[in-house]
Structure formats: C-alpha cells, structure tokens
C-alpha cells in the first residue's frame, strides 16, 4: 500500500470521526 495513500484514507477517517461526533452532540443537546 502507498504510504500517500493511507494517509489520504487516514484523513478520510479522521473527518469523518469529526463529523459523527459533531452530530451525535447535536442529538444529545437536542435531547436534553
């Protein structure tokens, strides 16, 4: 595997753990 290439995926990931999280708090504020 290309070393440019996990990182771009390991990039990916980490937006689109941001992004999760951004929405799962928006859930719970809207919740409580």
Not at 10 to 27: D, M, P, T
Request: aromatic share 6%.
């Amino acid at each position: 595997m290309n070393p440019l290439t996990f990182k771009e995926t390991e990039k990916i990931c980490i937006e689109i753990i941001i992004n999760h999280h951004e929405v799962f708090a928006k859930l719970i504020i809207q919740l409580n």
